[in-house]
């Protein structure tokens, strides 16, 4: 049998209506299978053939143009958190974003990119264009690119990939790679912490936005028996989340008990760490996702 890596059957794409009608992309490869919906160039699935979902969906998640979808990989952007009388997690995210280019590589890879189309929130910002690169194969490759298209204004922005890992029992989880980094623990009026465990584990709720790490970061997932490791380039913040049960039911699109299935690792460049760009030049924040059997 040929070894996949030498001639991988290239990689397929198929456009169709997901739900709610929803325009969405599926990707196949020789290791994995994928879905993005144009709607908030929002990854949904990803899975490797021999493997559970690697994202966690949101069995209530809404599909409807005005909300994002609930789980997967929402892109944050241009701002994180809530902003006075606008939406949460800035707007790209419910915006229909436009495929750029559908890139299958020889290697058996297939990339995707996505532009951020124009919006009348866009114009309280410097001229922009953002770009997100998505690449599937073994594993998941995610590349946010942001231009500042001014002549003269600085563009500030914040931006995070919002990830819902999928485990099989948040108890029986870890996360590690953190110790050391101090975070906004926003659990506690946002205090100013030091992380002290070579592994994080979650028994309630828990919303921490670590600062200054560059680090590689692996959720632990002792009952499935996988490790995920989420690798970023240009990515100074990440953002640990869990909403145990008080905030499990607050929310409409979350199921009551979700919260033993999901945790959030996010990687980006928020609060403290926000991207501050010079006319005419351009950021490109990249996370790779990868699991394997562990
Ligand atoms: O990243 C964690 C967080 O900021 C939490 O505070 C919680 O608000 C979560 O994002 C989900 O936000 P959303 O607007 O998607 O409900």
Redesign the pocket.
């Known amino acids: 049998m040929a070894n996949i890596s030498e001639n991988p059957k290239p990689a397929r794409i198929t456009f169709l209506d997901g739900r709610g009608e929803l325009p969405m992309l599926e990707i196949t490869t020789a290791w994995s299978t994928a879905e993005i919906y144009l709607h908030g160039a929002h990854v949904t699935n990803f899975k490797k053939c021999d493997e559970a979902p690697l994202l966690f969906l949101s069995q209530c998640s809404r599909f409807e143009s005005a909300h994002?979808i609930?789980g997967g990989i929402?892109v944050?952007f241009p701002w994180?958190?809530p902003r006075e009388g606008m939406?949460?997690?800035g707007f790209a995210?419910v915006k229909p974003w436009e495929l750029k280019e559908v890139l299958p590589a020889a290697d058996g890879s297939m990339s995707v990119r996505f532009q951020l189309p124009d919006s009348p929130e866009a114009g309280a910002y410097p001229e922009f264009a953002a770009d997100y690169v998505v690449t599937v194969n073994e594993g998941l490759t995610l590349e946010l690119i942001v231009t500042n298209k001014s002549s003269d204004a600085k563009l500030e922005f914040e931006e995070?990939l919002?990830t819902y890992f999928a485990v099989e029992d948040i108890s029986a989880a870890s996360i590690v790679g953190l110790k050391g980094v101090s975070y906004l623990d926003?659990v506690a009026n946002f205090e100013k912490k030091t992380e002290a465990n070579d592994a994080i584990r979650i028994s309630s709720e828990v919303?921490r936005?670590y600062l200054d790490t560059t680090a590689a970061v692996e959720i632990r997932d002792a009952r499935m028996g996988r490790v995920i490791r989420v690798e970023k380039e240009h990515s100074a913040s990440t953002?640990v989340?869990n909403?145990w049960v008080a905030?499990s039911q607050e929310?409409p699109?979350?199921g009551n008990d979700e919260y033993h299935k999901m945790v959030?690792v996010?990687s980006g460049n928020v609060s403290a760490n926000k991207v501050v760009l010079a006319p005419g030049k351009t950021s490109c924040m990249k996370v790779k996702l990868h699991s394997a059997a562990g």
């Open positions: 994002p609930r929402p944050i994180f958190g939406g949460m997690h995210r995070c919002h926003k919303d936005v953002v989340w909403p905030k929310m699109d979350f959030c996010e």
